[in-house]
């Protein structure tokens, strides 16, 4: 009773505040852009705003999510609108992956993973704010605000070489709407960190369109497994590891620890307040050590199947400290690349080929396409040369 008299204390102030006060106005939640997004730039030929949105019930009431909207600042044009339906699928109560839903209880918050695909003839913007629509669940009542208001970062973006040569290389689980790193939002040290908002799964399909053929337990099975990697730039190794053991492709490792996640890796500063992660290399491979100086195109290893890995490939993302997980993930593009498939049937499509070594269902992108300067989107297929 004391909670709904408060409740109903909070509406009878909201109702008498003017529509357009100057004065401060309750608010039943507090919204905030957990980092200011910076656009990336894909294969599309759009830039795309990813970030995330965190809502927080400062009530006695539950909340109802109905409509949250991206507008441009200050013309207040409407860049995105998400209804319930797809609220529900990308509002994760605590930030917690598998945790989605459109109501707040009592005290909880969630977190609003956040995609805005920018027509390119338009110019960016400059900031952006949220327009949330809801609905407080006693005694009732409606309620809408434009909150959460931050620039949009127009800093130059990373340009890498190649971090693989040779043809069929697919993006996997990559920008802007997969979920795997795009949604790896950690608590790590007291605060959230999202290193991987960028991040890339590197496979390879072969000639059939297979990731594997033959026993999927089998390593050297798999088209990319013991390919070179390459430095993207000259720069400085921070860290690197070499001596955890391959996984048996098939399944994710049990009990393994937050040192071992990127199994045999290589930290890269490239400068600029840029770092690379190659993760999840052989054993033996990783050629070089903290301190080493490299030049683009130089090996630092090859391709295996360790850590918090079920298939060989190559983690690779771009970060702004050297920690791998304690980092904020940012977009990165590649100088040069040849655009020649896209797996458009889906995650679910690229995890059946992973697991049972059935071809990839791929549309030809005809003729190939040669770009420059973008980042591959979610299951594009790619050739990188020297």
């Known amino acids: 009773m004391r909670a709904l008299a408060t409740v109903l204390a909070w509406c009878l102030a909201l109702a008498a505040a ?12 507090v919204a905030e852009v957990l980092w200011a997004p910076n656009p990336a730039f894909g294969s599309d030929g759009r ?17 109802e999510l109905k409509k949250v909207e991206i507008l441009d600042e200050p013309s207040g044009k409407v860049l995105l609108s998400l209804d319930r339906d797809d609220l529900g699928e990308r509002f994760a109560i605590g930030g917690r992956r598998g945790a989605e839903a459109t109501e707040l209880g009592v005290g909880q918050f969630g977190v609003l993973f956040l995609h805005v695909a920018l027509d390119p003839a338009n110019d960016l913007p400059r900031a952006i704010a949220h327009r949330i629509s809801l609905r407080l669940v006693q005694p ?18 990373v340009v890498l070489g190649p971090p693989l040569i040779g043809a069929g290389y697919i993006a996997g689980d990559g920008c802007c709407d997969s979920i795997r790193h795009v949604r790896a939002l950690l608590a790590l040290n ?12 590197w496979e390879q399909a072969d000639s059939e369109n297979r990731l594997v053929k033959g026993d999927t337990k089998t390593l050297s099975n798999y088209t990319i497994y013991g390919r070179d990697v390459l430095a993207v730039a000259d720069g400085t190794v921070v860290s690197s590891r070499n001596d955890l053991p391959e996984q048996v492709p098939g399944a994710l490792p049990q009990g ?18 840029s770092y690379v992660l190659y993760a999840h290399m052989q054993p033996g491979s990783v050629t070089v050590k903290a301190g080493a100086k490299v030049k683009r195109g130089d090996v630092l290893g090859k391709v295996g199947n360790t850590g918090n890995t079920q298939a060989p490939h190559l983690h690779l993302h771009v970060m702004d400290g050297p920690s791998p997980l304690l980092s904020n993930g940012i977009p990165y593009v590649f100088e040069s690349l040849k655009l020649t498939a896209i797996d458009k049937a889906g995650t679910a499509d690229f995890d059946k080929a992973e697991a049972t070594g059935s071809p990839l269902t791929l549309t030809p ?15 594009s ?6």
């Open 256 to 273: 393994i620890t937050i040192d071992q996640v990127d199994g045999n890796f290589v930290v890269l500063d490239i400068g600029g307040g």
């Open 18 to 29: 003017p529509a357009m006060a100057a004065e401060p106005v309750p608010t039943p939640f």
């Open 140 to 157: 009732g009542i409606d309620f809408s605000a434009t909150v959460a208001r931050t620039p949009v970062v127009d800093r130059p973006l």
């Open 365 to 379: 992108v005809s003729p190939p396409q040669v770009l420059s300067r973008v980042l591959p989107l979610d299951l």
């Open 381 to 386: 297929v790619v050739e990188f040369s020297r």
């Open 190 to 201: 007291g605060h959230f960190t999202l290193a991987q908002r960028f991040a890339i799964d």
């Open 47 to 63: 830039r795309h705003l990813v970030y995330e949105l965190r809502i927080a019930n400062t009530t006695g009431s539950g909340l």
